[in-house]
Nanobody, 122 residues
């Protein structure tokens, strides 16, 4: 069992940056692929990116590649989402998830956080 709690969301102007954190409980954190997803009002949940067990491998959605960076610290049971050059269309609730294998699909992730709101003003 893994419990996930996101933090770091907020209001930022376009072009700004935010770093989200996702803290996990449990001693098996390092055995999970970690993913970030987002959901804007009226839209389906969208894959943002994922990171492998060691943090050496990442995947990103085309919409965020080059602007967002995922990293993890297994000693702290935490995964991060660094978001730069934010755009109004990045506005959404961002959630982290634990599971595997590396995938854009929500189906492979067994555990989800409650999400944190990110709002980007123009």
């Amino acid at each position: 069992q893994v419990q996930l709690v996101e933090s770091g969301g907020g209001l930022v102007q376009a072009g700004g940056s935010l770093r989200l954190s996702c803290a996990a409980s449990g001693r098996t954190f390092s055995s999970y692929i970690m993913g970030w997803f987002r959901q804007a009002p009226g839209k389906e949940r969208e894959f943002v990116g994922s990171v492998n067990w060691s943090g050496s491998g990442t995947n990103y959605a085309d919409s965020v590649r080059g602007r967002f960076t995922i990293s993890r610290d297994n000693a702290k049971n935490t995964v991060y989402l660094q978001m730069n050059s934010l755009k109004p269309e990045d506005t959404a609730v961002y959630s982290c998830a634990a599971g595997g294998p590396m995938s854009w699909s929500t189906k492979v992730y067994s555990y989800w956080g409650q999400g944190t709101q990110v709002t980007v003003s123009s």
